[in-house]
DNA sequence: AGCACGCCGACT
DNA sequence: GTCGGCGTGCTC
């Protein structure tokens, strides 16, 4: 009789080390892998997801206790182990690759699932008692955190979350102080915020398909598909496809026939805000059969999709990459557009990539994974069966690109730039700019004794920022913002000279060139104001002409037919990053923004102003050659001994201290030597990092011709170092396999 | 992660 | 003596 379930707390520790067994009672039915059950653990209540049902328990059976309740609402079994599997293979814990499948609303928090739109948040204020402590502190013995955390709540109260980043004060100092009457703790119940506006290009227009019958090249690739989504085999293609070659008409038709197998559909978008354009298209083929599932809807709206998928009654879901984690009936097919775009890594923790978190559901759903983008990763190019479509559907050329060297000019724009500018504005077309900085300035720097305004956080320049009269310097990193220095404090030089352009410059100087022609920005700031992204591109689109100055936001996934001139203002900007993908990512935004340009009837043309003219990735993306570049980059990796020839896993420590995060990346160099005597791998570093958000960190990069035996070396040296040396308690551990 | 236990320095 | 910070160990 199976009476044992096996359960993951839902807790963040990296040290503990689950699961655990609890005794299933005879009134409690329908506990199966899946089932969420609130359980006792140690003195707490805690909420767990039931991974295993048995028989048997290595404990004695009087050692277990029961659970509390059960959820009504679970986890598909599938999910389950897709999310444990995220957890091995990222090194990361149980109990964080669980969360990400989880019901939208149930949280890691204990007790029960908040069903409510509330969440509780424990909040510290300074005590009648505490504020005398401060006055006269030789009156009470405190520690060094507990001084810090009482002197922060003088500016009044906090939450645990705050004073833990600024103090360094823990739930168990706060604790003590609370017991001591110096402080009040309150659980405080906050709302959660809702998103009320509709995202996206909510207000663009939806052109009608040009054209419903399918090209030869794209019925090529619909064929190549059929017979393994027919026979529910797993298989996996790449649709190479150049802007405007109708790979979308390829995903409904491929969804269309899943769809027909009884079998459901996952449409990974890059961004959420390119959800709805892709959810409308789908929506005209599949009417409500279509669910919408992305982080920034309303709790019950997402709590809602997510029902309708799990029931069946909504069929084809479309989202970014958490969407991968839908929970669809039989899964038929997985549709990944703009494959390339580095949006699909998660940046927290699990840091899981989605298109090999979808290679893995596919493969064990038997479904058809069908990745799709103008410029493929040289990794997909190495490993997926390719399909190319060649041709714009519309027939039209690509435009041609022109290469503009940089190095004799101190203009932001080239000469011949502003005078393509101009024509634009004679012909009351459109362009687009790209300038892949955000604010006016990027640094500032004092005249007479060079001083650099820097961060006092991180270890980066303040960006100089000016909107609407409003001066300040921003850091690009964290929260910090200080006004614009009058007089250098080192030197008193009232002499700060502003170097380089970013947007808000562009903009301006744009503004004033350009004269009566209407410039529009989009970048993080200008997306963050009402009506955000949605509103600004449906004015640009409205406008019978304009310049659309921007960050890499510009290149992606929208179309104007109006568009005849794309800018890339500083296409060494990507290039100069020390990072072996430079080139990749560096050919694939100019060929991005290459495909913006040239729909309209006059047809179009590309700038790239570059230091670097000679540079391979450049002089491919001026050919459109997508194939000779991957092949190139290919053979470079090779030599080098980089993915996909290589796997790579990075390690980062950080911590109040350099000597700290140091101390700590050599303990688990040490553990990780141990786990990894004769390997293969290649371990490099550590070195350090630059200062971020006030810590310190350290780097170590691991280099294996497998992937296997060095993240499992790496996820078993983890938790000796965390719980087995006595490393300064704030030190932080973060891995990331297959950094990006 | 939480939570309790127990060691040991600081102060009555 | 006692108070309280801080290190250590455990959770089915």
Not at 122 to 133: D, N, Q, R, T
Not at 325 to 344: M, W
Not at 411 to 433: Q, S, W, Y
Request: with cysteine; charged share 25%.
């Amino acid at each position: 009789v199976a009476s044992i379930a096996r359960v993951e707390p839902l807790t963040t520790a990296r040290a503990l080390r689950g699961p655990f067994d609890y005794r299933i009672p005879k009134g409690m039915e329908q506990v199966e892998v899946g089932t969420m059950l609130v359980v006792p653990f140690g003195r707490q209540r805690m909420l767990g997801v039931v991974v295993e049902v048995a028989s048997q328990s290595e404990l004695p059976l009087e050692r277990l206790v029961e659970p509390i309740a059960a959820l009504e609402q679970g986890v598909p079994a599938e999910l389950v182990s897709l999310g444990l599997w995220i957890a091995d293979d990222c090194c990361s814990t149980p109990a964080r690759g669980l969360a990400l499948v989880l019901p939208p609303g149930t949280g890691t928090a204990r007790g029960h699932a908040p069903a409510a739109r509330t969440r509780e948040l424990l909040v510290a204020s300074l005590a009648p008692a505490g504020s005398a402590a401060i006055a006269d502190g030789s009156e009470v013995r405190l520690g060094g955190r507990q001084r810090l955390a009482l002197e922060a709540l003088r500016n009044g109260p906090a939450t645990v979350a705050e004073l833990s980043a600024s103090a360094g004060a823990d739930h168990a100092a706060l604790r003590r102080l609370a017991a001591r009457g110096l402080i009040e703790l309150q659980s405080r119940s906050i709302r959660r915020e809702l998103a009320d506006v509709e995202l996206g290009s909510a207000g663009i227009a939806v052109r009608p398909l040009e054209r419903r019958t399918l090209t030869a090249d794209q019925k090529a690739a619909l064929d190549s598909l059929l017979p393994a989504l027919r026979a529910g085999r797993h298989e996996r293609l790449l649709l190479h496809g150049v802007t405007g070659s109708g790979k979308t008409e390829v995903y409904l038709r491929a969804a269309a026939a899943a769809l027909e197998q009884g079998r459901s559909t996952i449409v990974l978008v890059p961004e959420i805000a390119l959800t709805p354009q892709t959810a409308r298209r789908f929506r005209e083929w599949f009417g409500d059969r279509i669910a919408v599932l992305h982080s920034r809807l309303g709790l019950g709206e997402r709590y809602d999709e997510w029902q309708r998928l799990r029931r069946g009654d909504a069929r084809v879901v479309v989202g970014p990459r958490s969407a991968v984690f839908a929970p669809v009936r039989d899964l038929g097919l997985i549709v990944i557009d703009e494959e390339h775009d580095s949006a699909y890594k998660h940046e927290g923790d699990p840091r899981y990539d989605a298109r090999r978190v979808a290679e893995r559901r596919a493969e064990l759903a038997g479904a058809v994974l069908l990745c799709g983008s103008a410029t493929p990763r040289a990794e997909s190019w190495l490993r997926t069966r390719r399909i190319v479509l060649p041709e714009r559907v519309d027939g039209q050329r690509l435009p041609p690109v022109e290469l503009i060297d940089m190095r004799e000019t101190h203009h932001a724009l080239h000469r011949r730039t502003r005078e393509a500018l101009d024509e634009v504005r004679r012909e009351g077309a459109k362009a687009i700019v790209l300038v892949n900085r955000r604010g006016w300035s990027p640094f500032l720097d004092c005249r007479s004794c060079g001083r650099a305004w820097m961060c006092p956080q991180c270890d980066v320049s303040l960006t100089f920022h000016r909107e609407h009269g409003a001066q300040r310097l921003l850091c690009h990193h964290c929260a910090h913002s200080e006004p614009v220095p009058g007089v250098c404090p080192d030197c008193s030089s009232t002499s700060v000279a502003r170097h380089g352009a970013g947007t808000q410059r562009l903009e301006a100087e744009l503004q004033e060139a350009l004269a009566p022609m209407p410039v529009f920005r989009l970048d993080t700031d200008a997306a963050r104001r009402k009506g955000g992204i949605a509103e600004l591109l449906h004015r640009f689109e409205q406008s019978a002409t304009g310049i659309l100055v921007g960050t890499q936001m510009v290149a992606q996934g929208h179309d104007f037919p109006e568009v005849s001139l794309a800018v890339v203002q500083d296409a060494d900007s990507t290039l100069r990053f020390p990072d072996f993908r430079s080139e990749e990512r560096t050919f694939s935004l100019v060929s991005q923004l290459a495909g913006r340009s040239g729909r309209s009837e006059r047809g179009g043309r590309v700038l790239v102003q570059t230091l670097l003219p000679e540079s391979s990735c450049l002089q491919h993306a001026a050919r459109h050659d997508a194939g000779s570049f991957i092949e190139e980059e290919l053979r470079r990796r090779e030599v080098l001994a980089y993915p996909p020839f290589a796997e790579l896993v990075e390690v980062t420590t950080s911590a109040a201290t350099q000597a700290a995060a140091d101390e700590a990346m050599l303990a688990f160099k040490e553990a990780l030597d141990e786990k990894t005597p004769d390997s293969k791998a290649q371990v490099l570093g550590p070195a350090p990092l630059f200062r971020l958000k006030g810590r310190y960190r350290s780097r170590l990069l691991i280099k294996s011709r497998e992937r296997a035996p060095a993240v499992s070396a790496v996820r078993d040296a983890l938790p000796q170092v965390v719980a087995g040396r006595r490393t300064s308690t704030d030190v932080k551990f973060s891995v990331d396999v297959d950094p990006q």
